[in-house]
């Protein structure tokens, strides 16, 4: 293959990362140990990916990130304009045939160790983009839900410790689960790192409030129209849910074939979720 057609393999020494200002290998990528984020969790994210080596809705994710870091009153000093470019040109600076792009705003040094000064850190990391097998969408995955509150669920803050846990529980529960599904006081909330959506009778309903705004979760809203309604969804009647789906930038849409010991339909992705899932493919690959 030439030369000037090959794709990276990755590798920490060769991947480039922008951390506050340079263009570092990921190898020699640092923060100071005196960061807020390090010493109190404090900072904020947004995740997306490419489609056909373009960043998927990428104004819609930094607008996202500047609204987390308003939530948690951190200092966000970088416009739309400005971080749209810091991440096309780290992404210019690898060469991956579909990427992630993680963007972190740290909190910064600290005199106390406590209290934020604005002066913000800014890292925007890219890497190969690590997708789900084929198979999970073909025939469909677990979920396992907690009963688990989130803080400020519409901040994408770094502070996941909450999930995580949820996490390993979930992963004690079923080995299989793909994710965790938050519930609260009954009612279905989301996933650790999705949105989830229901089916019955052909009608579509997602969690109206308490969520992360997800970008997939909106696009989705889009595609479905007036099929869709938000509003609380009881733990109940996702269990017995025609189809259930989980959406994500990196999980994209995910048939859920299984919720806790409940098997969802007839234990195959539904006939409304094929459907779904060819009108995202052609909203993002064509």
Known sequence: MPGSLRRKVYNPR????????????ASQ????????AVLRGYGVFDFLRTYGGQPFRLVEHLRRLRRSAELIELACPWDIEELADIVEQTLRRNNYSE??????ITGGDSPSGFLPTGDSRLLVMVSPLQILPPEVYARGADVVTIEQARHLPEA???????????QLKARRANPQAIDAIYTESG?????????????????????????????????VIKLLG??????????DEYCAADEVIITSSTKEVVPIVRVDDCVIGDGAP???????LERWRQ????
């Open 29 to 36: 990528a640092r923060i100071p140990a005196g960061d807020l």
């Open 156 to 166: 994408k803050t770094i502070n996941y410790i909450p999930g995580i846990t949820a």
């Open 270 to 276: 539904g006939a409304n979720t094929v459907a779904l």
């Open 14 to 25: 060769m991947a480039i990362h922008y951390i506050h200002g340079e263009f570092v290998e």
């Open 283 to 286: 909203l993002t690959v064509g």
């Open 99 to 104: 990427s992630g792009i993680r963007l972190v």
């Open 226 to 235: 007036d099929q869709v309604e938000l509003r609380d969804i009881t733990l």
């Open 187 to 219: 009612l279905v909330i989301e996933g650790t790192r999705s949105n989830t959506f229901i089916c019955r009778d052909g009608r579509w309903s997602s969690p109206a409030s308490g969520v992360l705004l997800g970008i997939t979760r909106a696009e």
